[in-house]
């Protein structure tokens, strides 16, 4: 097992998020050698690819929604589902969050979110147990790029439907990947996101921040 720390800061740089530069993290700068390479390694210890290592699209989008409506979250209780680098939760600290939780499987993406909170002076918890059906004590539930294999997307759905009705206000950052079911869904904004071309089908990506439909929407 490599040193987490000691790995991230010798895979990455300190660089602005394009789509939201109030925020710095630690990225890849050669994205196909570190993808490519970590992924080889990574996989003969049984670990997944570096997603921590890169502002995906549906991330970006949805961490500049929340700092340009600061009131989405600002003295709630957040979680920040499938976070990676932790982009989202840290724009919910940012906007004045009462507390951000980010949850995700990956060690190694639990260190950089440590890595990138300490970067940019907020304060996160980050778990790596599974809130996938969890009925937890938070008031948000951001999740981005959560839509890119079909059986995990059904079942993430299904559960964010059950947060919404509950009360918990959701929100999903996605640029219309191949599981996200648009029908479901209302764009509460949308932006053009600069990405790493070279792992995604363009280096900018019509993105939009959704919310689901009201199960009374679904009727009219």
Known sequence: MPDRQAFILSETILLPVPHVPEIRLRLAHEAIALWQRTEEDLAKMGLPPPFWAFAWAGGQALARYVLDHPQTV?????LDFASGSGLVGLAAAKAGAASVLCADLDEFALQAIAINAEANGVSVTVTGENQLGEAGDWDVVLAGDICYEQALAARVIAWLAAEQARGVIVLIGDPGRA??????????ATYAVQTVG?????EIKRTSVWRLAQMQDFRT
């Open 198 to 202: 070279a792992l995604e089908d363009n």
């Open 179 to 188: 599981y996200l079911p648009k029908e479901r869904l209302e764009a509460l």
């Open 74 to 78: 600002a003295g709630r209780r957040v």
